[in-house]
């Protein structure tokens, strides 16, 4: 612990990484411990400073909810890149299944309800990963497509334990995603198809993550600028 609380950071300063808040008591929390004992919550000095920014401008607005990060970067990186996505070294600069995760990347989990519908920090699942919410009908259906080409795409979805009692919030995910949507902070952003139509984001722009990724509709991916 001592390790990851002094030495890493020393050296992850060099890479111009820094950790995001470990604390659950400020705007900004991690879904779980484990992303920041496994050092999987650093970011570029200016992307923390941007997300804490976003994180507080949301909260100031809905003060009953929370920003939730999950994997962001790992705290070095070995590979020069020109465009800044280039996949680093497996289990040395990245972890399954976020290679490219370089440094100013960050998922970041929706919003979800209790069934009394307060709102709550949990997701439906202890890591994030796996709190799919599956396409309604007449929802365009993304994994109906990319479960038949990539056995990984729902894999967390089909398999890590499930609360259904924590259901997602509509109005608020939408808010969320909107919020970062149009910062000037933030480079793009990914989220499954069914999910932009249900929050009515078509307008929007967003990129493509296609089906050699996992799904997108248990959280959305943020690339800072």
Same mark, same amino acid.
């Given at each position: 612990?001592?390790?990851?609380?002094?030495?890493?950071?020393?050296?992850?300063?060099?890479?111009?990484?820094?950790?995001?808040?470990?604390?659950?008591?400020?705007?900004?929390?991690?879904?779980?411990?484990?992303?920041?004992?496994?050092?999987?919550?650093?970011?570029?000095?200016?992307?923390?400073?941007?997300?804490?920014?976003?994180?507080?401008?949301?909260?100031?607005?809905?003060?009953?909810?929370?920003?939730?990060?999950?994997?962001?970067?790992?705290?070095?990186?070995?590979?020069?890149?020109?465009?800044?996505?280039?996949?680093?070294?497996?289990?040395?600069?990245?972890?399954?299944?976020?290679?490219?995760?370089?440094?100013?990347?960050? @998922?970041?989990?929706?919003?979800?309800? +209790?069934?009394?519908? %307060? /709102? =709550?920090?949990?997701?439906? *699942? #202890?890591?994030?990963?796996?709190?799919?919410?599956?396409?309604?009908?007449?929802?365009?259906?993304?994994?109906?497509?990319?479960?038949?080409?990539?056995?990984?795409?729902?894999?967390?979805?089909?398999?890590?334990?499930?609360? @259904?009692?924590?259901?997602?919030?509509? +109005?608020?995910?939408? %808010? /969320? =995603?909107?919020?970062?949507? *149009? #910062?000037?902070?933030?480079?793009?952003?990914?989220?499954?198809?069914?999910?932009?139509?249900?929050?009515?984001?078509?307008?929007?722009?967003?990129?493509?993550?296609?089906?050699?990724?996992?799904?997108?509709?248990?959280?959305?991916?943020?690339?800072?600028?």
């Amino acid at each position: 612990m001592i390790f990851n609380l002094l030495i890493i950071p020393l050296i992850a300063s060099a890479f111009n990484r820094v950790p995001l808040p470990f604390s659950k008591s400020g705007n900004l929390i991690p879904v779980t411990y484990w992303t920041c004992i496994f050092n999987r919550h650093y970011i570029t000095r200016e992307g923390k400073e941007s997300l804490l920014t976003l994180s507080d401008g949301f909260v100031a607005q809905y003060p009953e909810c929370k920003v939730k990060y999950m994997d962001c970067n790992f705290p070095f990186r070995f590979i020069e890149s020109k465009n800044g996505n280039t996949s680093g070294i497996p289990f040395v600069e990245g972890l399954f299944p976020h290679f490219s995760h370089v440094g100013n990347k960050a @998922d970041v989990a929706l919003v979800y309800h +209790d069934e009394t519908n %307060k /709102l =709550v920090t949990e997701t439906p *699942t #202890a890591i994030g990963y796996g709190s799919s919410v599956n396409p309604l009908p007449g929802e365009s259906c993304m994994p109906c497509k990319c479960d038949k080409k990539n056995a990984f795409y729902s894999f967390m979805f089909r398999n890590l334990p499930y609360d @259904d009692a924590i259901q997602l919030d509509v +109005d608020k995910s939408s %808010k /969320l =995603v909107r919020h970062f949507l *149009t #910062a000037p902070q933030v480079r793009y952003t990914l989220l499954e198809q069914h999910l932009r139509e249900r929050f009515r984001l078509k307008r929007f722009h967003f990129a493509s993550h296609g089906c050699k990724t996992v799904r997108h509709d248990d959280h959305f991916h943020i690339e800072l600028r």
